[in-house]
């Protein structure tokens, strides 16, 4: 007789399930930065904590760097969506990859929880608030938060996790490698 919890989708011990407390913990941390902002900076205020960072409140429609901001309407929708369905996808993937693959599941996490901290603020107010804002005499770089923050860092642990399994032998160690005759 087959055990009936073996056929459960979803454990929190298969693949890189175990790494879905970082994507929790992504969630919470940007929820949490973002009251904070919302209720001590007052709209398109700032507060300088260092000469090159300051806090603001600021309400993206768009996507990053403020893409399809100015449309009529119908980019929260498109964006809601979009980010659900990555979110479904990355948490197959994170459920089908190998559990010591970890720089992967870091990075899927990471950009789960980013996602969903977006998704998050997209439901309730339908924006997204942007606070983080880096700037140096003339240059600037558009506000960010901290679900951005991690799925920067996340797509990084992807791109490091693609380039470490590219140079791997995939096969068994225990295959004799035989090279063809000429």
């Not at 100015?70 to 929260?76: D, L, M, N, P, T």
């Not at 992967?104 to 996602?115: K, Y």
Request: glycine share 6%.
């Amino acid at each position: 007789m087959t055990n009936p919890l073996a056929k459960v989708w979803f454990t929190p011990t298969r693949g890189g399930s175990n790494w879905l407390w970082l994507s929790f913990f992504v969630v919470i941390l940007d929820q949490a930065t973002k009251a904070l902002v919302i209720s001590t900076v007052k709209f398109q205020d700032s507060i300088s904590l260092l000469p090159i960072l300051d806090i603001v409140y600021l309400e993206n429609t768009g996507a990053a760097f403020s893409i399809l901001a100015q449309a009529s309407g119908w980019q929260r929708w498109f964006f809601i969506t979009l980010a659900v369905v990555v979110s479904l996808t990355l948490m197959i993937w994170l459920r089908r990859i190998r559990s010591d693959q970890t720089i992967l599941a870091i990075g899927l996490s990471l950009v789960l929880g980013g996602a969903l901290g977006n998704v998050i603020d997209r439901v309730m107010h339908g924006y997204v608030v942007d606070f983080i804002y880096f700037n140096w005499r003339t240059w600037d770089f558009p506000a960010f938060n901290i679900a951005d923050t991690a799925i920067s860092i996340g797509a990084a642990c992807l791109l490091i996790d693609a380039f470490l399994e590219s140079g791997q032998d995939r096969r068994p160690a225990d295959s004799t490698s035989q090279t063809p005759s000429k």
